[in-house]
């Protein structure tokens, strides 16, 4: 929905509006419970929804940490609802970036296997990796950089790997295509139409030497993606020659 008169302005009406779903999904996380709370947010006014936006994410972020929780239609509805939120306001906080960023890279990989995609449907791949990549785009001003730092080496690396995997192995073009573009975010060399973080010398070089550590491997799967499949398509294709550019 876009911005009308009929959406909710005012942060309070707005809390009091979402606080019995919030609350219901919390106590029950049910996909009717998520929808329900989707539906719901697209009343609020972008302005009013970056207020309460840590507020609304807790119950969408209790479902993806609790295992027993984790049903592929139930992670679907969330990640849809994660997205539509992170689409519309901007992540702040480093914690809020950096729990959301393992939560979605521990759905999308192998439970035994980080480096490797988990045996999911297209459809959840597909609403995980849009997610991801709102989540990237959501981060506001300097966060995002501490994504490159020493301590963050590991989940980084398991997270490149991950999206080569899928952009490499996946036998749906759209997984494919979206796994090849959530890399070009993480690389900071995203060529979409949105407003991007623009990273100083010092900052550029930063990232720039925490990403070699991962170059040869990049190099050469990215490398197998433009020469392999001939069937693969054109958009995987330029995805992939993209990454290589970046």
């Known amino acids: ?74 992670v679907q509805a969330v990640a849809e609802a994660l997205s539509y939120v992170l689409e519309k306001t901007c992540v702040q906080s480093w914690d809020t970036l950096h729990d959301l960023f393992s939560e979605l890279c521990l759905c999308l990989c192998s439970p035994t296997d980080p480096g490797k995609p988990a045996d999911l449907s297209e459809e959840l791949k597909s609403a995980l990796l849009r997610c991801l990549d709102a989540l990237l785009h959501a981060a506001y001003g300097d966060i995002v950089f501490k994504l490159y730092e020493p301590i963050m080496l590991p989940g980084l690396g398991a997270a490149v790997s991950l999206l080569l995997a899928l952009g490499e192995k996946e036998k749906s073009r759209e997984v494919q295509a979206a796994a090849l573009r959530c890399l070009q975010s993480l690389i900071l060399h995203c060529d979409c139409t949105q407003e991007h973080v623009i990273p100083s010398s010092d900052e550029r070089c930063s990232v720039g030497s925490t990403m070699a550590s991962f170059l040869p491997g990049i190099a050469m799967a990215v490398s197998r993606i433009i020469t392999g499949n001939l069937r693969q398509g054109h958009a995987v294709t330029v995805r992939a020659i993209k990454v290589w550019a970046g």
């Open 1 to 74: 929905m876009s911005p009308t008169m009929s959406q909710i302005n005012d942060p309070k009406v707005a809390f009091a509006y979402l606080r019995p779903a919030c609350v219901l999904l919390t106590k029950e996380p049910t996909v009717a419970n998520v929808e329900t709370l989707g539906e719901q947010l697209k009343e609020i006014h972008d302005a009013s929804l970056q207020q309460l936006q840590e507020y609304v994410l807790f119950p969408l972020r209790f479902v993806l940490k609790v295992p027993q929780l984790k049903k592929e239609k139930l």
